[in-house]
DNA sequence: CAGGCATTTTGGACTGGGTCAATTCTTCAT
DNA sequence: ATGAAGAATTGACCCAGTCCAAAATGCCTG
C-alpha cells in the first residue's frame, strides 16, 4: 500500500503534508529499498544478506520483513502491483474497441511514458533491477510469474464477459497468448537497455516491435505453419 | 538421471538386472519421493518438514538433499526434464511439416499416451502431485516456469534457425505463443483431474480442446479483435 | 574368502531466510 | 499529565540447504 521508494507511480500525493509516523515509514521503506539494490548491485542478490541490508539501512532485520514480505521483494515488489492490470484494461476498454487493441494501445502508451513496467526505463535504480533480474535466477523466475494462473484467469474472466460468444478454451487461450506477447515485449526491452541503450534513442524501436509482436497475436503464427520454408 | 520412481517413462529397461547399487539407488529415491508425497498430501506442503520426510523414508537428512535438490524438488522434478524438449521437437520434426503442426502433433500424442506432463492422468500419485501444486503457491510459481526465458530463447533459436526469413522478435513471440498454449492446456487438463475426472473419460475433449487452442495460436485471435460483440 | 577401493550415507555444525511472542515507543482520550 | 491502545521494533527461534569428516556399504581383485 505504501509508497516504498522513489520507484512508484501513483497519485503522488505531497509527503510533507502526512502526519509524522507516516512520513518516517515512508523514509524508513525507502532507505531499506535503497540499501538493498545498493548492495545488491554491488555484490549480486545472493552474496548479500538480509542481515546486512539491514544494517545499512540501520535498522533490525525483523524491520526488513516488515516492510518487505521477502528478500525477493526488495527487489520485484515495487513492479508487482500490476497483476490484475489486463484485466482492468479489457474491462475499462472505450466501447466499440477490440480487447486486443486495448491492451496492445495501453501497452503502447506505457512505452511512451518510459513505465519501468515495460522494461523501457534507463534509470539507474531501475537499471540495476534489471540487471539483477538477468543475474539471478530465483528473481528471473518470479519476474515472469506475470503468466501467473491469477493473472491469467482473471483476464479470461473478462475476455469471456466481454464476448460471450467465446468459450471458456478460447478465453483462457487468449488471455495466455496476450501475457505471453507482454513478457515477451518486456524481455526484448530489457535486452535493450542491458546493451546500454537510452530509453528516449529506443523508444521508436520498441513501438514498432510491439505493434508487430502484437500482429502476430491478432493474425496468427500462419507462416510458421506453411510448412518448411 | 535415474529413475526415482515409478512415474518416469523413458527406456525401461528392467530392474532385475541391475547392479545392486543401482537397484538400492533407485529404491531409496522412490521411498523417499513416495515417503515425501504421501506425507505433502495428508498436511500439506508448508506443514512438512524435510527431516520428517527423511525421518518416514528411514534415511537422513542429508541423503534427501542427495536424491532431490530442493524440497520443491521432490514434488516437481519428476515432471521437470522437459524444458528442451519443445526445441528438440521442433528441431527433429519430419522434413514438410510446420514447427506449428509439429508441437501440436507432439502435444496430442503425449496426451493419447497420458504422459503425466501433459496434466491428463489420473494415477493417485500424479493427483496428489496436482492437488499440491496447486494448493502451494511456491509450487505453482515453479510448475508455470515451464515459461522459462530458457526455454522460451531455446525454442525461439530453432524457429529461427528453421525458418531464417524471420526476424529475431517474431521468433521470440511465436516461442512464447507456443510455450503459452502449452501451459494454458496443461492447467485445463489439471482442472479435469481436479474434478474428479477419469483420464480416460477426459481424452477426447482434450484432444478436441488441443486442436482448437493450436488453432487460434496458428490463426491468431482475430475475432477478439473486431471489435465489441 | 579377505581386504582394499570407490561411492554412499551419516551426523553434526553452520549459514541465512522467514516467523512469533513479547517489548518498547508513539499517539491520543481523559 | 497519565494511562490505555496500537503500531513499530526486537531478540529468540524454526527450517531449508551446505559443508565436512568419518563410518558404512557394495564392488572387485588377489
Redesign the pocket.
Known amino acids: 500500500m505504501a509508497i516504498h521508494h522513489g520507484l512508484d507511480l501513483g497519485p503522488d500525493r505531497d509527503l510533507d503534508a502526512l502526519?509524522?509516523?507516516?512520513r518516517?515509514?515512508i523514509q524508513?521503506g525507502s532507505r531499506i529499498f535503497r540499501a538493498a539494490i545498493g548492495l545488491f548491485a554491488e555484490r549480486g542478490f545472493?552474496q548479500?544478506?538480509?542481515?546486512?541490508i539491514?544494517a545499512a539501512a540501520e535498522?533490525?532485520?525483523?524491520?526488513v520483513?516488515?516492510?518487505f514480505?521477502?528478500?525477493?521483494?526488495l527487489v520485484l515488489g515495487p513492479m508487482e502491483q500490476h497483476l490484475d492490470e489486463p484485466a482492468r484494461v479489457v474491462r475499462e476498454r472505450a466501447p466499440g474497441s477490440s480487447a486486443v487493441a486495448a491492451l496492445r494501445e495501453h501497452f503502447l502508451a506505457a512505452l511512451e511514458r518510459r513505465d519501468p513496467a515495460t522494461g523501457l526505463n534507463d534509470d539507474p535504480v531501475v537499471l540495476d533491477v534489471i540487471r539483477l533480474i538477468h543475474a539471478t535466477p530465483a528473481l528471473a523466475l518470479r519476474a515472469t510469474s506475470a503468466f501467473d494462473r491469477r493473472a491469467q484467469n482473471l483476464l479470461a474472466d473478462e475476455l469471456r464477459t466481454q464476448d460471450p460468444d467465446h468459450d471458456g478454451l478460447t478465453a483462457k487461450v487468449a488471455a495466455g497468448q496476450l501475457l505471453a506477447v507482454r513478457l515477451t515485449l518486456i524481455g526484448g526491452n530489457h535486452l535493450r537497455m542491458l546493451a546500454g541503450e537510452r530509453a528516449g534513442d529506443a523508444l521508436p524501436d520498441a513501438l514498432d516491435e510491439a505493434r508487430r509482436a502484437f500482429a502476430v497475436v491478432e493474425h496468427g503464427l500462419g507462416a510458421y505453419c506453411a510448412g518448411a520454408a
Do not use: H, I
Open positions: 502526519p509524522l509516523r507516516e518516517k515509514k524508513t545472493d548479500v544478506s538480509v542481515a546486512e539491514a535498522v533490525s532485520k525483523m524491520t520483513f516488515n516492510y514480505p521477502t528478500k525477493e521483494d
